[in-house]
């Protein structure tokens, strides 16, 4: 499987690209200034992965854009960061979160299905981020799939027709459990919509 990895100039980036290649995964790594949303399909890709990163989705470079744009013909996944920019791409509003996180650990509840089948519920989840999807104005496409009880916010969301799926907290985190599963069955579901789309590569935004 060939993913490409928009890098939000973030230090956990190549953690999660060295959990993909270890599962088997051939890697591209471009910084969200390097590339247009029209060259990405130069790279004949399986997958998109949008990372982590110090800013809001405002300041991701291209990564509200690729999300916009590739919704529907690749799957993808937005971790922390990303996860927030497909919130702000599909209309929701990222707010500040009820308490920091930097590097604490949260159990994190959740449906069982999507990026989270076989893993238990709860699991401990690292997290590192003062900002998060606003319940409230969830968007209406958007399914929540995982959570906190403590400070109650939305740790997971997927898309409820498209290939489209957001963490916040960190799965290549070393304390976070069964981070390397989340992303073996996110490149699993990948697969699937793949083989039924045949790879047809078709945008069905308005971006």
């Known amino acids: 499987m060939k993913i490409l990895m928009i890098d939000n100039y973030d230090s956990f980036t190549y953690n999660i690209v ?3 290649y270890e599962l088997g995964a051939d890697v591209i790594v471009k910084r ?4 247009t949303v029209e060259q990405i399909k130069d790279f004949n890709i399986d997958a998109l992965v949008i990372s982590p990163g110090p800013c809001t989705p405002n300041e991701a ?8 744009h590739y919704a529907g013909s690749l799957p993808i996944l937005g971790v922390c960061l990303g996860h927030q920019s497909i919130g702000a791409a599909f209309g929701g509003k990222i707010i500040k979160a009820k308490c920091l996180m930097h590097g604490k650990t949260s159990d994190i509840y959740h449906t ?3 990026l989270f089948k076989d893993i238990p519920s709860p699991f401990k989840a690292v997290r590192y981020h003062s900002l998060v999807i606003d319940k409230k104005s969830l968007p209406e496409d958007l399914e929540i799939t995982a959570w ?3 400070d109650d916010e939305i740790m997971a969301v997927e898309h409820k027709k498209l ?3 957001g963490v916040q907290f960190h799965p290549e985190s070393i304390l976070t459990e069964y981070g390397k599963k989340l992303l073996k069955n996110f490149m699993e579901l990948a697969k699937k919509h793949n083989q039924k789309s045949k790879g047809k590569l078709k945008t069905i935004s308005n971006s």
Do not use: A, E, M, R
């Not at 969200?32 to 590339?35: E, V, W």
């Not at 470079?61 to 916009?68: A, D, F, L, M, T």
């Open 18 to 20: 060295q959990y993909f």
């Open 148 to 150: 906190t009880k403590d």
């Open 32 to 35: 969200n200034d390097q590339l």
């Open 112 to 114: 069982g299905k999507g």
């Open 61 to 68: 470079g291209i990564s509200v854009q690729v999300i916009k």
């Open 163 to 165: 290939p489209l799926w």
